[in-house]
């Protein structure tokens, strides 16, 4: 990232109660990339970079991440959602789909912010940030979605949404 004056940090979906069929892997691979998320949110506070947490609303509709992380929380995902959890500070919507844009009002807040550059980072890779890095691409934002920070259930359908941000939506998909 160049040119960090104009960049947003997004997380989508990070808080999560893994329980719904194939959580169990979304789970797994979401514990390796943690040390990662963890680091990447660590260099959003250090540089200033405004974090945007935007996360499925499990039935709950209130943009309230303290409802959603006592939803969320359970023995399988305590460590991440402990780890990742929004500061005070932090901004936090909730999405009725898949893209982190669709029917929210993040588009209006990196405007008026003025951020054209997003570093999306989350799960699920291949349905969640895919579809946002999508959205975003359209709105010709700059993109860097680090493959080390971002998980999907399967490793090849994980690989190939990389692939498609990559090729496609000319996102840098490089480590954090």
């Not at 090849?156 to 840098?172: F, G």
């Amino acid at each position: 990232m160049q040119n960090l004056k104009d960049t947003a940090v997004v997380f989508i979906d990070i808080i999560n109660d893994f329980n719904f069929p194939g959580g169990d892997k979304l789970l797994r691979n979401t514990e390796k990339i943690l040390p990662n998320l963890i680091k990447l949110k660590e260099f959003a506070k250090e540089n200033n970079l405004p974090v945007i947490y935007v996360n499925d609303h499990y039935g709950l509709w209130q943009a309230d991440f303290d409802k959603i992380i006592k939803q969320c929380t359970n023995h399988s995902s305590k460590e991440i959602i402990e780890a990742m959890k929004p500061d005070d500070d932090d901004y936090f919507f909730i999405k009725p789909q898949h893209s982190a844009f669709f029917q929210t009002p993040l588009h209006s807040l990196l405007t008026d912010l003025n951020r054209y550059s997003l570093i999306l980072a989350g799960i699920a890779g291949d349905i969640c940030i895919l579809f946002t890095a999508k959205d975003a691409y359209m709105y010709k934002m700059d993109l860097h979605i680090p493959e080390n920070c971002m998980a999907s259930e399967e490793k090849n359908t994980n690989d190939y949404a990389l692939y498609l941000m990559r090729s496609v939506m000319k996102a840098n998909i490089d480590s954090v």
